[in-house]
Structure formats: C-alpha cells, structure tokens
C-alpha cells in the first residue's frame, strides 16, 4: 500500500466516524476539525491567499494555475474513491452537505481567521461526478 493510499483512507475513515457517531451533527465536529487545523496552520502560512493556498496544496497534489483555477491532481487528501465503499446513502448524504474536500474546508477556516475575504468555489469535483477522484478544478474568489 502506497502513502497517499493510505491517507485517503484514513481521511475517509475520520470523516464517515464523525457522521456514524454524531449522525447529522458529525458535520459541525468536521468543522471543528477543520478549525482546530487552521488555527494549528495560521501562522505556518503567508499572508496571502493565494500563496498560502499553494502551500496547503503544493505538498498533497499537483496543482496547475490558470488565472483564478486551479486544477488539481493526485491529491493525497482526496477520499472520494473510499466513501461509497464504505458510508451507507444516508452517511454519504450528510458528508456531502459540506465539501468532503479537507483543503476546501481548512483553507475556508484559514481565510475566516485571516480575515481574507477569500473562499474556493467547486468548478469539476470527484463529489459531482465530474473528475476522477484526487483530481478537482476549483476557483478561488478573493473579496469573497
């Protein structure tokens, strides 16, 4: 088993216990996660947003900038190909409330603290059949 494999499925396994515990509140303990993950990274991150997206992103994906997309490959952090295997319907529907993506959440967490006005906007995502899971095209919207 590789590495990324790996952390997807550990990704996957968090994200369907929270909702498996806490049933339609599993999503406010994701976003908690997510907070306490952005506070862990406020200061480890430039000031920009822009850059400090790529430095979330660069480590886990190959990431391609176009303008204001960014199209993302191989992300480590991509669980979407294990859900389905693993979460009943009614899991994958609360999951899917909010984004599954951890970077989409962390990073929504880092412009709330940051005070950026900034926010990723889903163009194609593995959610919404539209890409492969680990690969997405997202838009970032600053002034948001």
């Known amino acids: ?51 400090a997206l790529l430095e979330i992103l660069e480590p886990v994906a190959e990431v391609e900038v176009d303008g204001d997309e960014l199209r993302v490959r191989d992300c480590v952090m991509c669980m979407c190909r294990f ?13 899917q409330r909010i984004v599954p993506c951890p970077i989409v959440n962390v990073y929504e967490q880092l412009a709330e603290i940051k005070g950026w006005g900034a926010r990723l906007v889903p163009v194609k995502t593995p959610s919404s059949g539209d890409t492969e899971p680990g690969s997405c095209v997202q838009r970032l919207e600053e002034g948001a």
Do not use: Q, W
């Open 1 to 51: 088993m590789e590495l990324e494999e790996l952390m997807r499925a550990v990704m996957c396994s968090v994200t369907v216990a929270y909702v498996r515990l806490f049933g339609r509140r599993g999503n406010a303990a994701r976003r908690v996660s997510f907070r306490i993950l952005a506070e862990i990274l406020k200061d480890r991150v430039p000031d920009d947003p822009r850059e």
């Open 83 to 95: 859900l389905p295997e693993v979460a009943t319907e009614e899991e994958l529907e609360i999951i």
